[in-house]
């Protein structure tokens, strides 16, 4: 089935892992959207993980979650979807196996000439317990981790908080990461107005999205802090859109710093340098998206 009106020569495709914490919120549906629309990724699998201390059983709530945005896009069964790690890893030197972690470790060890790179928009988790099982995938790889504070200090964080041990042992290991800290992710503010015009005509998959935004909406209603009313944050879509352009002028190569227990930078002098994204283009990555879900659904006509 081809959804747009033009194609992306195979040389310039790229190879791609989803790791998406999907039944916590909303914001992963349409990350996972938007990289199911794109021609320019080639998806490999994708994967349910935990979402911390909300459910004793994040990783199954996240599949079933993947399951049902694959059979509102008509996608099911044609990529693979397995569950990842369903605890934070025990140590920073003990991995926390799953089907996630050892998808990731055949995919990064398959002898193919395009490149992979593997989406986190939750823990790191299965990253680290795949390196630790198998460390060559350290130069099979590229991670894409949306998660941490703001730099320098650093934080508390969502996506952080839920395996600290998983971060640390990442940025100890020499796998090449570019982080989206809460400062850039929280640059992709969306309204409900803007919603309800751009996403909820496009069909069911376009109706489920704004639906489950405006239900989590409702559903936090008595909290004051967030969400802010109709104001909603779409964080975890820069995983997808920094795989089309990397926005090589917005980021930082910054020495990996340690991470501490309550989510602190402690910075490490002499470390290996990571990615790390000031800014995220709204603009492109909001309208490819609108775009590219607006073409699905005539498609689907």
């Not at 021609?39 to 709530?61: N, T, Y």
């Not at 593997?118 to 823990?123: A, D, K, L, S, T």
């Not at 209603?221 to 920094?242: F, H, M, T």
């Amino acid at each position: 089935m081809r959804m747009m009106p033009f194609e992306v020569p195979e040389q310039k495709q790229i190879r791609v892992i989803i790791n998406a914490d999907a039944g916590c919120e909303a914001d992963d549906q349409y990350a996972i959207v938007h990289a199911l629309l794109s021609p320019r990724l080639q998806i490999k699998g994708l994967i349910g993980v935990h979402f911390g201390l909300r459910s004793a059983a994040g990783a199954a709530e996240s599949c079933r979650e993947i399951q049902h945005v694959l059979e509102l896009t008509g996608m099911s069964g044609r990529y693979p979807v397995v569950e990842g790690a369903n605890r934070k890893i025990p140590g920073i030197g003990t991995p926390s196996p799953s089907e996630g972690s050892r998808l990731i470790i055949e995919e990064a060890l398959k002898d193919d000439p395009l490149p992979l790179f593997v989406i986190f928009q939750g823990p790191l988790t299965d990253l680290a317990s795949a390196y630790l099982q198998e460390p060559r995938i350290a130069e099979r790889l590229t991670a894409v981790w949306i998660g941490g504070g703001p730099y320098p200090e650093g934080g508390p964080e969502f996506n952080l908080s839920n395996d600290v041990e998983a971060a640390q042992a990442v940025f100890r290991s020499p796998i090449p990461l570019w982080q989206v800290p809460k400062n850039a992710y929280d640059m992709v503010r969306v309204g409900l107005a803007e919603l309800a015009v751009k996403v909820r005509p496009c069909g069911g998959i376009g109706r489920y999205l704004y639906e489950s935004v405006i239900s989590l909406n409702m559903k936090y209603a008595n909290r004051p802090e967030w969400p802010k009313g109709e104001v909603w944050v779409l964080g975890d879509s820069p995983a997808v859109s920094l795989l089309l352009d990397d926005q090589a002028f917005d980021f930082d190569l910054a020495e990996a710093p340690a991470i501490a227990a309550d989510m602190a930078y402690k910075p490490q002098p002499g470390n290996r340098k990571i990615r790390v994204y000031r800014s995220v283009d709204t603009r492109f990555m909001l309208e490819d998206f609108y775009a590219k879900l607006a073409l699905f659904s005539l498609s689907e006509r």
